[in-house]
């Protein structure tokens, strides 16, 4: 009907259509079902309309009326890898949960920082959408068509749980206990629910995979150099800067809670400097914005480094006693000069100086047991260090190594040279020369490709913005903050190693307000020992864990097509499980094996679990994993709240309760307070917390043994007789962990960061870390002070947690000395120059990872389905327009969404912020449809000081950034939303 052919009353003012024009002002027309919406116009006299007294359906109003009237108000938070770790109230009224409002309580620090509150994200604002949400996973399922078909059975908790127990039960003892594989994400943000599934693990004798390194969120400069996994400053300490580096973070958009100390600390006196290739959300704020060339940042930092030294403004005294420049390294063979070279009456004395434990003992500082040091009692002649004391002009031991006597840092009446060469008799009678780590970067740094002309023109920046960034280190204290925009690429640990260099060589590390500070992921736990014993509590000896890229790499038909000097990769890899220095499971014949089968081995995974985390979403080489590691599995279970794509493609679905409905503890590396999840209602439908689940998939295997009559398996390798008859006494430690409650108060009451805290007592507000177990930690809690790494290090000397016991920028393992890597040096990315456009899938702004990809309300602030970001330059180019759909290709695959072409991109480069579930509106494919995995060697070696494989703390990385594609005009079919039902 046209306009012209609307009946109107002769008495009328107003249409039909006019009046529901006005309804639609109102937003009332939508309700009215269309049957009633014509009945109600027929009787309604339109002449003397007033539709909010006339419209007769009135009831619905209360609800938005009385939206913000509650019954009940209660504390808790989020788990999805954020690091936010808020504190939010979530209100409740009529037994439904309504919103969650930020609980703004954070106790302030001091009065001379500005405090946490309020914290939290648009993201986190808008949970309880999933907790009623058509993705929320309500029952158990089993599935009834192909793995991603989307075709499920609703099944009772005990068919599921039985379905599953069998499973298990088989392959332990018919397949082996290292054929169950258990994958679970970060224990910081709910330890419990992550403990629940490990525990099981380990009574079983599964394997638990990493995920720390496999996100590629481990910086593995810090092991190299630190001897640690990861240490940053709580965020309040950005406050304390005067030089704020975003290095590759993106701190408006993936830090949200934290980005303001940043921004405050201007007012505090600090310059704020962002380095990356696109101008993003944060750049915008900088006070110096350098857009640096993909992959080019070692080479950024290391021409800092060279100016810097250059021109004499770096700490020499920090760095003679702080890190490894001044030791000595042999001219013959590239390796440290060790006590075993040397003749044994010639090895010389440790200073005489007090162990850093005597300081600490001293220094009237609260840590909550007695400090105990990595330091070995006899002295390893491979593992002291020597350097040239310019005082007493004599060769020295290094003191505070791993093998040193002197458990400390303090150099005594010493004064270690930095520059210089040396003879030495070595024990076989052969003279040498020897020089110092200093003198050999020095050497390394004189390449012209570190100069600043150079760099500039390589980083693409201009050569006086590239001198202003490097004097800015001069300022004191000097930070980098350090995101996954740089830590994803293949070279991570080079680059890493080159921006710490830059802050130690300018004394920044250990410093309030300065220091290397990483913030990807929430990696470290703070109440770490209590956390141990809940989910390893025969200890990691009796546990297999497995660093998940080489267990995804070799499980699969990954391929790295790049190979290393030569050789594939697989070589490397192989060479590393024969050596022991990394675990591959299940177990094979590694001597009888050669590179080649390892993609197709005697012993495969058949069980994986996955809870708390979206693995085959996340997973680089994602399509080489369906068509093969994903075919091999017989048991796919996926433990969820909500229906995503690991859950779509399981063989079992088990509805977790979400994070509203749990009891759990939250703590992240962005603060330094513990505080609760709590159950706002119990779980709904007929979800179950993960303590719940995995304790009754306990009593299930028990069931299913003793029903079978099974005698006790006997797990030779780990020197365990498991009897599963008894499996969840064991689970429950007799019933002593029977719920959650009692297991947060187990880590609670066993850990040193949390002495006098309970469950209950942190329902109140969050409260702040009362100490530090320092077998764990390298800093104080101290009051008023914000958390800030390694003052251990430098205001009590204590060694670092490396071979040399220095931060160690030298490592003379053979294969660093093999592929060049002995010290931080540039590489450019691993290029396929057939493709050539970057893949950059960083962290975004309107999600966490996948969660929150499918919400509603954050679809709305973007254009609601996938979206790859291009600049103009290189849309006109290939003919695209903005809004077009587009094929992005490669060897691996190929994904097919809309283009956004923006000038704020990086001119050959494509992004697609990470996490889009593959059915979220992607033609063909998905974002990681084009990623594959890549290994380096560099990250797979083991025995060495301080390098050996530790889950989430040394195994190679899931890298990402190296990935290259072409990307053309789609003219094939649109599927809508509609008709994909
Ligand atoms: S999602 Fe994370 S960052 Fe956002 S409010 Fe929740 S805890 Fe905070």
């Given at each position: 009907m046209t306009d012209k052919q609307v009946p109107r009353d002769p008495s009328s003012k107003m249409t039909r259509r006019e009046l529901l024009k006005a309804l639609g002002g109102l937003g009332l027309a939508a309700l009215l079902p269309g049957a009633a919406r014509g009945a109600a116009l027929q009787e309604f006299d339109i002449t003397n309309v007033?539709?909010?007294?006339?419209?007769?359906?009135?009831?619905?109003?209360?609800?938005?009326?009385?939206?913000?009237?509650?019954?009940?108000?209660?504390?808790?938070?989020?788990?999805?890898?954020?690091?936010?770790?808020?504190?939010?109230?979530?209100?409740?009224?009529?037994?439904?949960?309504?919103?969650?409002?930020?609980?703004?309580?954070?106790?302030?620090?001091?009065?001379?920082?500005?405090?946490?509150?309020?914290?939290?994200?648009?993201k986190g604002a808008c949970y309880v959408e999933y907790v009623y949400g058509a993705q929320r996973v309500k029952y158990p399922l089993i599935r009834a068509g192909e793995r991603g078909e989307g075709k499920w059975r609703r099944v009772s908790w005990d068919e599921a749980l039985t379905y599953?127990?069998?499973?298990?039960?088989?392959?332990?003892?018919?397949?082996?206990?290292?054929?169950?594989?258990?994958?679970?994400?970060?224990?910081?943000?709910?330890?419990v629910s992550f403990s629940a599934g490990v525990r099981l693990a380990h009574y079983i004798g599964g394997v638990v995979c990493s995920f720390y390194d496999w996100y590629c969120d481990l910086p593995p400069g810090e092991p190299i150099t630190w001897g640690v996994q990861t240490e940053s400053c709580e965020c309040a300490d950005w406050f304390n800067a005067k030089y704020i580096v975003l290095w590759g973070s993106n701190i408006n958009e993936t830090r949200i809670p934290d980005a303001h100390f940043a921004w405050e600390a201007r007012y505090n006196g600090a310059k704020v400097v962002c380095v990356s290739p696109d101008y993003n959300g944060s750049a915008i704020h900088c006070d110096q914005y350098l857009r640096v060339n993909p992959g080019t940042d070692a080479l950024l930092a290391l021409a800092v480094c060279r100016w810097l030294i250059e021109n004499d403004r770096f700490d020499k005294a920090y760095v003679k006693e702080q890190t490894d420049l001044p030791l000595f390294v042999r001219a013959d063979t590239g390796a440290f000069l060790r006590a075993a070279d040397l003749p044994e009456n010639q090895r010389g004395e440790a200073p005489k100086v007090a162990g850093w434990d005597e300081k600490l003992a001293h220094s009237g500082v609260t840590s909550a047991t007695t400090p105990v040091g990595a330091t070995p009692q006899a002295t390893d002649p491979n593992a002291l260090f020597y350097v040239f004391d310019q005082k007493t002009k004599s060769?020295?031991?290094?003191?505070?190594?791993?093998?040193?006597?002197?458990?400390?840092?303090?150099?005594?009446d010493a004064d270690p040279a930095l520059e210089g060469t040396w003879p030495v008799w070595l024990a076989d009678g052969k003279q040498i020369e020897v020089t110092t780590v200093f003198s050999r970067l020095k050497a390394s740094l004189a390449a012209p490709a570190y100069s600043l002309a150079d760099a500039s023109r390589t980083c693409g920046i201009p050569e006086n913005d590239l001198l202003e960034f490097a004097k800015g280190f001069t300022r004191k204290p000097a930070m980098i903050i350090h995101g996954a925009g740089t830590n994803h690429w293949f070279h991570n640990d080079l680059m890493n190693r080159a921006m710490i260099l830059v802050v130690a060589l300018t004394g920044n590390v250990g410093k309030n307000g300065g220091g290397f500070n990483h913030y990807v992921g929430q990696e470290r736990i703070w109440p770490e020992h209590g956390f141990k014993m809940l989910a390893f509590p025969q200890g990691a000896p009796k546990q297999r864990f497995q660093n998940t890229t080489l267990w995804t790499y070799c499980h699969s038909q990954n391929r790295d097509p790049h190979p290393v000097a030569g050789k594939p990769i697989e070589h490397y890899i192989l060479e590393s499980?024969?050596?022991?220095?990394?675990?591959?499971?299940?177990?094979?014949?590694?001597?009888?094996?050669?590179?080649e089968q390892l993609h197709d081995l005697p012993r495969k995974p058949r069980a994986l679990f996955v809870w708390r985390a979206n693995y085959l979403n996340q997973a680089k080489g994602h399509e080489a994993i369906l068509k093969s590691l994903w075919k091999d599995l017989d048991l796919i279970v996926d433990v969820n709240f909500r229906m995503d794509t690991t859950a779509l493609y399981s063989d079992v679905v088990l509805p977790a309760s979400t994070f509203y409905e749990k009891t759990d503890i939250n703590s992240t590396d962005c603060h330094s307070?513990?505080?609760?999840?709590?159950?706002?209602?119990?779980?709904?439908?007929?979800?179950?917390?993960?303590?719940?689940?995995?304790?009754?998939?306990?009593?299930?295997?028990?069931?299913?043994?003793?029903?079978?009559?099974?005698?006790?398996?006997?797990?030779?390798?780990?020197?365990?007789?498991?009897?599963?008859?008894?499996?969840?006494?064991?689970?429950?430690?007799?019933?002593?962990?029977?719920?959650?409650?009692?297991?947060?108060?187990?880590?609670?009451?066993?850990?040193?960061?949390?002495?006098?805290?309970?469950?209950?007592?942190i329902q109140v507000a969050p409260r702040?870390?009362?100490?530090?177990?320092?077998?764990?930690?390298n800093s104080e809690i101290e009051p008023g002070r914000a958390y800030t790494p390694f003052t251990h290090q430098v205001e009590m000397k204590r060694p670092w947690r490396t071979l040399t016991g220095r931060q160690q920028f030298y490592v003379d393992h053979p294969w660093y000395l093999e592929l060049g890597e002995q010290l931080p040096v540039h590489k450019p990315p691993v290029e396929d120059t057939q493709f050539p456009l970057y893949w950059n899938t960083p962290h975004g702004r309107w999600s966490i990872h996948s969660t929150w990809r499918d919400n509603r309300y954050l679809l709305r602030l973007q254009r609601g389905l996938p979206i790859v970001y291009m600049h103009p330059d290189d849309a006109r180019a290939r003919g695209i327009a903005d809004n077009d759909w587009v094929r992005i290709h490669n060897d691996q695959g190929e994904a097919v969404a809309p283009v956004n072409v923006r000038p704020n991109e990086k001119r050959g480069r494509l992004t697609m912020y990470h996490g889009w579930e593959r059915f979220l509106g992607f033609q063909k494919g998905g974002w990681q449809?084009?990623?594959?995995?890549?290994?380096?060697?560099?990250?797979?070696?083991?025995?060495?000081?301080?390098?050996?494989?530790?889950?989430?703390?040394?195994?190679?990385?899931?890298n990402n950034r190296d990935i290259r594609v072409e990307i053309e005009k789609y003219t094939g079919p649109i599927e809508t939303f509609a008709a994909q039902g």
């Open positions: 007033d539709p909010l007294r006339a419209y007769p359906y009135r009831g619905w109003e209360s609800l938005y009326r009385d939206q913000f009237g509650w019954d009940r108000v209660v504390r808790s938070t989020h788990s999805a890898n954020c690091t936010g770790s808020c504190s939010w109230k979530v209100f409740v009224k009529d037994g439904v949960m309504l919103r969650e409002e930020q609980a703004a309580d954070f106790p302030r620090l001091s009065a001379e920082l500005p405090d946490y509150n309020p914290r939290g994200c648009q599953i127990a069998e499973k298990v039960v088989d392959n332990i003892y018919q397949h082996g206990p290292d054929t169950n594989t258990f994958f679970t994400v970060i224990p910081a943000m709910s330890p060769i020295r031991q290094a003191p505070g190594s791993m093998g040193s006597p002197a458990h400390s840092l303090d150099l005594g499980v024969r050596n022991g220095w990394m675990p591959l499971w299940p177990k094979n014949d590694w001597a009888a094996l050669t590179p307070f513990m505080h609760p999840f709590s159950k706002v209602l119990d779980p709904l439908f007929e979800s179950k917390t993960d303590w719940d689940i995995f304790g009754a998939l306990a009593k299930k295997i028990e069931e299913v043994v003793k029903r079978r009559a099974l005698a006790p398996f006997n797990d030779e390798p780990l020197g365990w007789v498991r009897d599963l008859a008894n499996l969840y006494d064991s689970w429950s430690a007799e019933g002593a962990l029977a719920t959650d409650e009692q297991a947060a108060n187990f880590i609670l009451s066993n850990s040193a960061e949390t002495k006098g805290m309970t469950y209950h007592n702040r870390f009362v100490g530090i177990d320092p077998d764990t930690w449809s084009l990623t594959y995995i890549k290994i380096k060697p560099t990250q797979l070696i083991g025995k060495y000081g301080h390098l050996n494989f530790k889950l989430n703390y040394w195994g190679p990385t899931g």
